[in-house]
């Protein structure tokens, strides 16, 4: 394939990076969002923006996909876009699903002549837009080489793990640490404010310590700042991240009590109504009500 022509479909914080990198790379690019208002900064950009994402199959060699869910590639991929898409065209598909559906999505594709390359990324939203992310594919070896110049404009780092399947395994353990770790920073901070230490001290304390992390720092950022929007990772998808987790290794009789416990403070957050905020905002969920006040050395309860 010479310079292939790239629809990219799902414009939401890691895809609308992704799409600008792209376009930054000298791809010719159409784009299309559910929401058009997402799709449009990215015309001035030098972006072709459609309407339906059947026009973004017909116009492509190869389709990026960004979705939020499993539900969410069923309807667009499997019942919009299938149609339409010419035989061998390439499918990149960068959506978080279980390993069970990357496979039957991959079988359902190749049944129809369409290939699809499994590219599970890892980053944030402004690595995405620096082309700084990881990039971990499945599927057929020769497919995801066909497309290595696309992934390498997105990635410093891309590596083939094998049948269709194992990238989003590896994608979901990441998230599983992700998940943890974010509680656990939210834990901390609120043990420590419940006790009269101030959050910002208390954060700056952990991101200059042995615990620091880029990870954990992203999340710390919005914690201290207590804005937790626009989201790098929305609560919401934690949550279904985290369930997807728990569903998979009960297959095959394992417990991650851990990741269970996280995965209910997530869903909390998004029956709370902050689904769409930061995953960082359990912050909140588990701030404490009535913290003591520090006074000197002195910690004095908060009056009734």
Known sequence: MSVPRLAVIGLGNMGGG????????????????????????????????????TEAARAADVV???????????????????EHLRPDTIVIDTSTVSPAYAREADARLR???????????????PMALAG??????????GDAHEVRDVLAAIAQEIRHLGPAGQASMLKLA???????QTAALAEAVAFCEQRGLDRDLVLAAIMNSGWRSPVLQFRADFMR???????????????????????????????LPLTETAGRLFHEAAERGL??????????????????????????????
């Open 225 to 255: 700042n207590r804005r937790y929007d626009p989201a790098g990772f929305r609560a919401s998808l934690m949550a279904k991240d985290l369930d997807l987790i728990t569903t998979e290794a009960a297959l095959g009789d394992l417990r």
């Open 18 to 53: 992704m799409a600008r990198r792209l376009l930054g790379a000298g791809f010719p690019i159409a784009v299309h969002n559910r929401t058009r208002a997402k799709a449009e900064p990215l015309r001035s950009a030098g972006a072709t923006v459609l309407e339906t994402p």
């Open 275 to 304: 689904g769409e905020q930061d995953a960082a905002v359990v912050a909140e969920i588990v701030a404490p009500a009535s913290p003591v006040r520090s006074t000197g050395d002195v910690v004095v309860a908060p009056v009734n």
């Open 111 to 125: 049944s129809r002549g369409i290939r699809r390359v499994e590219a599970c990324v890892v980053g944030n939203p």
């Open 64 to 82: 990026l996909l960004s979705l939020s869910d499993e539900a969410a590639v069923d309807q667009i991929l499997f019942g919009q876009l299938l």
């Open 174 to 180: 990441f998230n599983l640490l992700l998940g943890a």
């Open 132 to 141: 700084q992310l990881r990039v971990f594919t499945a599927g057929e070896e």
